[in-house]
């Protein structure tokens, strides 16, 4: 037993007498939906178009020596993009105007594992990877009624909804780091499949991120 607690304290003191930096986060996000596939079958539909979000929050970074780090982090993301050549027509309605858009507001988690070394003169580099964990507060699909009876929008979640709140994606980065804040270049590789019905989606996303740390 004394052992045991001897090995553990010396392993927490090693990661509290090891580096440690809080930073703040911003980021423009590219979304790319995948295409539309069948569960069933192979035949794939390119059903929407790329569209644009953003994200603001936080990072803890735990270095594990001068190079490798672990990163875990909490973010609020505001995600859109639009469906591709798409027309609803209600015969009350009239003709809804074409190519509806998605609108999304939730929480990403990323934890991401990294190694940081010299890329240039005075330039340090970061790379890294792990996933991230999104959960959806509120999301819709909004279209203008061009019978005049006003805006209109379907929620994406809820009993009657057709996405699932919950998605998991993986990441990869790259990041350099300046005197003012570290620029990084990412992409979210979506692994959770979104619909809840036969068919099939993931969500992707480049994303390029300032990010201060203390």
Not at 61 to 80: K, M
Request: hydrophobic letters at 45%; aromatic letters at 14%; glycine letters at 10%.
């Amino acid at each position: 037993m004394k052992k045991s607690l001897t090995i553990l304290a010396i392993i927490l003191s090693s990661l509290f007498a090891s580096a440690q930096d809080w930073g703040i986060r911003a980021a423009f996000d590219i979304n790319v939906p995948s295409k539309v596939g069948g569960r069933l079958n192979n035949e794939k539909l390119d059903l929407f178009r790329t569209g644009f979000g953003g994200t603001v929050g936080a990072v803890y970074t735990h270095w594990f020596g001068n190079s490798v780090f672990l990163e875990p982090g909490a973010s609020i993301y505001y995600d859109t993009y639009s469906y591709k050549d798409l027309t609803i027509i209600d015969a009350p309605a009239g003709v809804v105007e074409s190519d509806p858009s998605v609108y999304k507001l939730g929480v990403r988690i990323p934890l991401v594992i990294g190694y940081s070394y010299e890329f240039l003169d005075n330039l340090p580099m970061r790379v890294y990877t792990g996933p991230e964990l999104s959960y959806a507060f509120a999301g819709d699909i909004r279209f203008k009624d061009k019978a005049a009876i006003g805006d209109m929008a379907w929620s994406l979640f809820g009993k009657d909804g057709i996405m699932n709140r919950v998605d998991c994606a993986w990441k990869i980065g790259i990041g350099f780091d300046t005197d003012i804040a570290t620029i990084g270049i990412e992409a979210a590789i979506g692994m959770t499949d979104l619909y809840k019905d036969h068919l099939t989606l993931r969500e992707n996303r480049l994303t390029l991120s300032l990010t201060h740390y203390f």
